[in-house]
C-alpha cells in the first residue's frame, strides 16, 4: 500500500503506510494510554454471532418491557410537549425526574433533596464525573477484586493508581481495607476515593450484609475517605428484599450513583448521583463541560413512565425473569462444571464469578471457547494488576434459560478438554502475570 505523508497544525510529519495505521499515534495523550483494545475484544466480534451463546454480556433483557406502552408515551410526549422534550434542559437535570428519583431511592433507604441529584448519561457517566472531579493523576483508588471493568477504564483514564481490596463472600473484606488504607497512606499517596459495589457485585455476585456495610462505613468516616457506592442491580434482589444502601446511613461519606438502565431501559442512558451538598455543585459543572445537560426526551419518557405505569411490578417480572436464569445457570454449573471448579450464587443481579480448576487460563482459554460456540469475559478483565487468569464471569441476564444451560454444557465440555491437555503436557507457561486490561465494550460491562 502507497506510503502518505501529511503536516499536522504544528508542522509534525505524520506518515502512514496503510489505511490501518494510525497517523496520530503518537499526539494522544498520556491518559488514553490504558484504553488499548485487545484480542479479547477481538473475540467478543465473533461471539456476538448468533450461534454462539454469550454469557459476557451484562445486557438487561430489555425485550420484556411493555414496548407499545412505552412507544404510545414517547409519540404523545413529542406530540404534546415536543417543544420542551427536544429542546435544551438544566444541567443538573429535570427537576420532575430528580423529585421521582426520591421515590426510586426509597427502597434502598436513601432520604435526599432534590437539589443533592445529578441526573447524567447513565451511571456510568456519574462514575466517570465522580473521577473527574476528585482525582488527579497518581491519585489512589481503592477498588474491590476484581471490580467493574469499565469502572477500571475510568480509573485509567484519569491516570488513577488503582489499589484492588481482597474480597470476600460478604464482598468487600473490611480487615483488607483497613490494611490497604494504611499502606497507601504510609507510601505517603494521596487516597481520593474507595469505589464500592456492595449490592450483587459486578463481577462477583456476592453481596455485603448489612453488618458488613456498616463496617466499611465506619472504616470510610474514621479514615475520612469518600465512599463511592455504585448500586446498579440493588433493587434486583430475587428474594425481594432490597440491601439498604449504605448511603442510607450517611450523607457526608457517601457518594451514591443509581441507574434506570436495569430496571427500565439502558438505552434511554439516564443515571444519576446523589452527593453531599459541596460534591453536587462540583459535579453539575462537570456535568454541564461534558454535555451541557443530559436528554430531556429521555428524562420526560422516564418521567412519563414513572407516573403513569406500574413500574415497581415491572421490576418484579425482571427480578422473576433473572431469578429463573440464575437458576438455569447454577444448575447446569452444578451438572456440568469438573471438580475443582467453584463459582458464587447470586441472590440478585447479572454476574456469577467462576474459579476454574487449578491451571485453566481463562484468557488462553477464550478463543477454544469461543470456537465451541460459548463466551464469557476472563477474570484478568476485572483486575488493574493482572490477577483473575484462572477465574471468569458468566451473566445470565440476556439468553433465555434453555440457552443458558447450553452455554454452560459447551463451556464444561472446554474446561473438560483444557484438563486433558493439562494432565498431557502440564500446565502451559504463564509468560507474564501481568496482562493489560481488556479494553470494555458496552456489551461486555
Ligand atoms: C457496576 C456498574 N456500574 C455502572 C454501570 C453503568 O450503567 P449505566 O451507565 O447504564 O447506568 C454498570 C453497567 O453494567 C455496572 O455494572
Known amino acids: 500500500m502507497a506510503s502518505d505523508a501529511r503536516m499536522t497544525a504544528h508542522g509534525a510529519t505524520l506518515t502512514s503506510t496503510s489505511t490501518r495505521h494510525d497517523p496520530w499515534l503518537d499526539q494522544y495523550a498520556e491518559r488514553t494510554r490504558g484504553l488499548s483494545s485487545s484480542a479479547v475484544r477481538a473475540l467478543f466480534a465473533v461471539a456476538s454471532r448468533p450461534e454462539v451463546v454469550s454469557l459476557a454480556g451484562g445486557m438487561p433483557f430489555v425485550s420484556a418491557l411493555p414496548m407499545d406502552a412505552i412507544a404510545e408515551t414517547t409519540a404523545r410526549l413529542i406530540r404534546e410537549r415536543g417543544h420542551v422534550a427536544l429542546q435544551y434542559g438544566s444541567g443538573q437535570g429535570d427537576p420532575a425526574l430528580r423529585e421521582q428519583i426520591l421515590e426510586v431511592l426509597a427502597p434502598v433507604g436513601v432520604e435526599s433533596h432534590p437539589d443533592d441529584i445529578i441526573v447524567t448519561a447513565g451511571s456510568q457517566m456519574a462514575l466517570d464525573l465522580v473521577v473527574r472531579v476528585f482525582c488527579d493523576p497518581g491519585d489512589v483508588v481503592l477498588v474491590e477484586a ?5 469502572a477500571l477504564s475510568v480509573f485509567s483514564s484519569y491516570q488513577c493508581e488503582v489499589v484492588h481490596v481482597p474480597m ?6 473490611p480487615d483488607a481495607l483497613r490494611e490497604a488504607i494504611a499502606r497507601v497512606r504510609a507510601e505517603g499517596k494521596k487516597l481520593k476515593l474507595v469505589y464500592s459495589i456492595p449490592s450483587f457485585q459486578n463481577p462477583g455476585g456476592v453481596t455485603q450484609t448489612p453488618e458488613r456495610r456498616q463496617e466499611i462505613l465506619d472504616i470510610v468516616s474514621t479514615n475520612g475517605v469518600l465512599l463511592l457506592e455504585d448500586d446498579p442491580y440493588g433493587l434486583l434482589s430475587f428474594d425481594g428484599s432490597v440491601p439498604r444502601a449504605i448511603r442510607a446511613d450517611d450523607s457526608q ?78 444448575d447446569s454449573l452444578e451438572n456440568h462444571m469438573p471438580p475443582g471448579t467453584s463459582w458464587t450464587v447470586p441472590t440478585g443481579g447479572f454476574y456469577s464469578w467462576v474459579d476454574l480448576p487449578p491451571g485453566v487460563d481463562s ?52 474446561v473438560h478438554a483444557e484438563l486433558d491437555m493439562l494432565d498431557l503436557f502440564g500446565p502451559a507457561i504463564e509468560a507474564s502475570q501481568k496482562t493489560a486490561a481488556i479494553a470494555p465494550a458496552s456489551d461486555m460491562a
Open 168 to 173: 470476600d463472600e460478604l464482598g468487600l473484606n
Open 363 to 414: 484468557t488462553a482459554m477464550l478463543p477454544r471457547a469461543v470456537a465451541a460456540r460459548v463466551a464469557y469475559v476472563p477474570g484478568t478483565g476485572f483486575f488493574a494488576d493482572g490477577q483473575g487468569r484462572h477465574s471468569l464471569r458468566l451473566s445470565y441476564c440476556y439468553p433465555e434459560p434453555d440457552r443458558i444451560a447450553e452455554g454452560v454444557r459447551r463451556l464444561a465440555d472446554v
Open 146 to 150: 476484581p471490580t467493574y471493568i469499565t
Open 253 to 330: 461519606a457517601v457518594i451514591y450513583l443509581g441507574t434506570f438502565s436495569k430496571t427500565i431501559a439502558a438505552g434511554l442512558r439516564v443515571g444519576w448521583a446523589v452527593a453531599p451538598h459541596g460534591v453536587r455543585e462540583k459535579l453539575v459543572l462537570a456535568n454541564e463541560t461534558a454535555m451541557l445537560c443530559p436528554s430531556n426526551l429521555t428524562q420526560m419518557m422516564i418521567t412519563d413512565y414513572l407516573a403513569t405505569s406500574p413500574w415497581l411490578d415491572q421490576v418484579k417480572v425482571f427480578r422473576e425473569l433473572y431469578r429463573e436464569r440464575r437458576d438455569a445457570l447454577i
